[in-house]
């Protein structure tokens, strides 16, 4: 079993709809999520982390963890052409695991 | 702005050859990390380092050796290139105790011929 999965892509949503990401790991000494864009031919760029339970905002950006259950999500509001790219989570411990999820591809259509 | 530069974007080696890959940050981190990505199969961890001259295999460290001699600097080494490492490869460096952010170089393009 993979350490952090993510839900099967890729995700097709119209220009203006919630975009709903998810993730889920194995491992419960994840302490910190993260979530990561990667635009075709370019590196990851951190968009969002996370460290508690609950819900974090951040302009059209909400991230969701639920430790209990070992998920964590990713929502785009008002989705936008300019968010079509893969979408990496990422969960990290302190004692060296350090696993990215294999990735979404999110293609938002006008 | 944390600044991590790899130094060679694009390269084409040939098989057999030693190849190096650089990479330097700014932003004084602990950590440093390599990973490479491929079409399907994701960031797959190579190595990483913790701390000047410490080093510890990832999930594919086959194939390559690092380096760590400076604190800003973290070099990827190729012994004998191989096509199958054919890849875009990523540096990317942490502060404090792993699971911190991470952030990312802008990528090499190796080719291996």
């Known amino acids: 079993q993979k350490e952090v999965e993510q839900n099967s892509g890729p995700l097709s949503v119209p220009e203006g709809a919630i975009a709903s990401l998810n993730c889920t790991y194995s491992?419960?000494?994840?302490?910190?999520f993260f979530w990561y864009r990667q635009y075709s031919g370019k590196s990851p760029e951190l968009i969002m982390s996370?460290?508690?339970?609950g819900d974090k905002e951040d302009g059209r950006f909400t991230a969701q963890l639920n430790k209990a259950s070992q998920y964590v999500s990713l929502l785009i509001r008002d989705s936008q052409p300019s968010d079509s790219a893969t979408y990496l989570c990422?969960?990290?411990?302190?004692?060296?695991?350090?696993?990215f999820g294999q990735g979404t591809i999110l293609t938002v259509h006008p | 702005d944390v600044k991590v530069t790899q130094s060679s974007r694009y390269l084409v080696k040939r098989t057999g050859e030693k190849v190096f890959l650089e990479c330097v940050q700014d932003?004084?981190?602990?950590?440093m990390f390599w990973y490479r990505q491929d079409p399907g199969l994701g960031l797959r961890l190579i190595y990483f380092?913790?701390?000047?001259?410490?080093?510890e295999k990832g999930d594919i460290p086959e194939g390559y050796s690092v380096s760590r001699e400076k604190k800003e600097r973290f070099s990827l080494i190729l012994e004998s290139a191989s096509t199958n490492q054919t890849s875009m490869y990523l540096c990317?460096?942490?502060?404090?105790?792993?699971?911190?952010?991470?952030?990312f170089g802008e990528g090499s393009w190796l080719t291996v011929v």
């Open positions: 380092s913790y701390d000047v001259k410490m080093k």
């Open positions: 491992d419960r000494g994840s302490q910190s």
């Open positions: 996370i460290y508690s339970n």
């Open positions: 990422y969960g990290g411990t302190s004692y060296g695991k350090l696993t």
């Open positions: 932003m004084d981190h602990e950590n």
């Open positions: 990317a460096s942490s502060a404090g105790t792993l699971g911190n952010t991470i952030y």
